[in-house]
């Protein structure tokens, strides 16, 4: 069975950190480039950050410097550390295949607060 889930969200204060994981199940995780993707209120849904089947990763210029994407093939998983959170961070956060994107998950809600 197919299916993402996205753990590890919750409230902080600004500045503060948290680490977001996403399992992946039902299909040949260690060949496909993962996005954590994220949706504002009133806003589109946006790539935050990918990492390939080989490791590389990229980032939105808007968490450069401040999130790191890594993933566990071993354990079918990507996480996204979240350092010096912004207001602007709030959002939900999801997780999905860049490549034929699978169902979406319910994602993991990120507060960060003021």
């Known amino acids: 069975q197919v299916q993402l889930v996205e753990s590890g969200g919750g409230l902080v204060q600004a500045g503060g950190s948290l680490r977001l994981s996403c399992a992946v199940s039902?299909?040949?995780?260690?060949?496909?480039?993962i996005g954590w993707y994220r949706q504002a209120p009133g806003k589109q849904r946006e790539l935050v950050a990918d990492v390939s089947s080989g490791g590389r990763t990229n980032y939105a210029d808007s968490v450069k410097g401040r999130f790191t994407i890594s993933r566990d093939n071993a354990k079918n998983t990507v996480y996204l550390q979240m350092n010096s959170l912004q207001s602007e961070d709030t959002a939900v956060y999801y997780c999905?295949?860049?490549?034929?994107?699978?169902?979406w998950g319910q994602g993991t809600q990120v507060t960060v607060s003021s």
């Open positions: 999905n295949r860049l490549v034929a994107p699978l169902r």
């Open positions: 039902g299909i040949a995780f260690r060949l496909a480039a």
